[in-house]
């Protein structure tokens, strides 16, 4: 099983080394075509040795109709241009004694050098190799906050990437500093916290298609559970609660939950320290409540914000559940958490809930009236 706690552990190590897959960005990104004509692409941690976003984008860039795409690396980054190469591009040579140094890639166009009407690694490879591939030391670091880095941002449209889980909120806020568009990945508990989730509440940012686990090529030398070696002899990870964060318009955001379930009030019980009821799983949503509902965490997936609104979460909206209960109530202690009445004095904590509203009531009467 993905692990999620892996996640958490690489997140505190700061090991940000796990390495997209081809196959889960091709996934994500054929729901995108349309918005990246006459585009600058950037992906600003990605060392174009490595990245697959890299390759995907100088694959498909003339499908794409990219006017440009950029890519930089990261100095810190322990494995830049040494373990994970996924070109073995003999052109693409850096100088000795700068082996380690950051560099940029820029590509402006990818003749389709082998004329069969296709662009493959083949024409990829050429590129890089010719004279022409725009590849240059960076003066800095090449962390995607340097000056240098910051001023190719404001050049891109979109930026496109998997960032380093553990700068994933400073990250966010540069996005929206320079008011970008973009489809990073992500993990689900990240966007619970204080900083990225009033910008989901705000509908500033959004999930994208896949989210749940997702496996990740990492280093020989990366030591956690859920590892293990592929067919390819490289080593991969699997880990839990992964999502795609954009601000992309995409079809899914106008995809409403089918409901089914009757509100029931045993069914579905009220908290003693939050105005909501009780819903543990998103299948369940009633069809016919109006007020407010706790749901799981997991309902960001298939939110529809044309169908419900978001209006807080119980981690940090929940009132204090001392100043509720009577002094000798038995309850398991913790940060704020919704809780359940369930006997005399005895009260459940519940995990992490988002609170929902229905939004398209006006919709519904007006169904309802001319039904
Ligand atoms: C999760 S990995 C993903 C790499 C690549 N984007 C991919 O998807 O395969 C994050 C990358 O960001 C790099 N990185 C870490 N800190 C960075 C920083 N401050 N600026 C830019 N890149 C950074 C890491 O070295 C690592 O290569």
């Known amino acids: ?44 941690c990605d060392d174009p ?79 890089i190799k010719s004279g022409n591939n725009n590849l240059s030391l960076l003066k800095e670091d090449g962390d995607f906050r340097s000056k240098e880095c910051i001023d190719l941002l404001k050049e891109c449209d979109i930026v496109v990437t998997n960032p380093p889980f553990s700068l994933f909120r400073e990250y966010i806020a540069l ?42 090529r990492v280093p020989n030398d990366f030591e956690q559970k859920n590892t293990f070696v592929g067919e390819d002899n490289n080593k991969y990870a699997k880990f839990g609660n992964i999502c795609w964060c954009t601000n992309l318009d995409i079809e899914k955001r106008y995809e409403k939950m089918i409901l089914y ?41 298939s939110y529809c914000p044309t169908q419900f609104r978001i209006v807080g979460i119980s981690c940090r909206d929940s009132i204090r559940i001392a100043d509720i209960v009577e002094k000798d109530a038995i309850y398991q202690k913790g940060g704020p958490q919704v809780y359940l009445k369930i006997s005399d004095k005895n009260y459940k904590r519940l995990y992490n809930r988002l609170f929902i509203i229905r939004n398209d009531l006006e919709e519904e009467e007006n169904g309802n009236k001319a039904a």
């Open 1 to 44: 099983m993905a692990s999620n706690s892996n996640l958490i552990r690489a997140n505190r190590d700061k090991n940000d080394e796990f390495y997209t897959q081809l196959s889960d960005i091709e996934n994500e990104l054929k729901h995108y075509k349309n918005h990246f004509k006459n585009k600058i692409v950037f992906c600003n």
């Open 175 to 216: 996005l929206f500093k320079y008011e970008k568009k973009f489809l990073i990945i992500g993990n689900q508990n990240s966007i619970t916290c204080k900083e990225i989730f009033p910008l989901i509440k705000a509908n500033k940012m959004w999930l994208g298609y896949n989210s749940g686990g997702q496996t990740f």
């Open 261 to 301: 379930k009757k509100y029931d009030k045993n069914e579905y019980p009220k908290y003693v320290n939050y105005d909501a009821i009780n819903v543990d799983k998103i299948t369940d949503i009633p069809c016919d409540y109006y007020e407010t509902m706790g749901v799981p965490i997991t309902f960001i997936t």
């Open 49 to 127: 040795y490595e990245s697959n976003f890299f390759k995907y984008f100088a694959m498909n860039f003339n499908t794409l109709g990219l006017k440009k795409l950029v890519t930089t690396c990261y100095a810190g980054s322990p494995i830049v241009t040494e373990q994970l190469s996924l070109f073995d591009v003999d052109g693409l040579v850096i100088k000795k004694g700068y082996e380690k140094h950051p560099y940029k890639i820029e590509i402006n166009e990818v003749p389709d050098s082998n004329n069969d009407g296709a662009i493959d690694l083949y024409d990829v490879e050429a590129l």
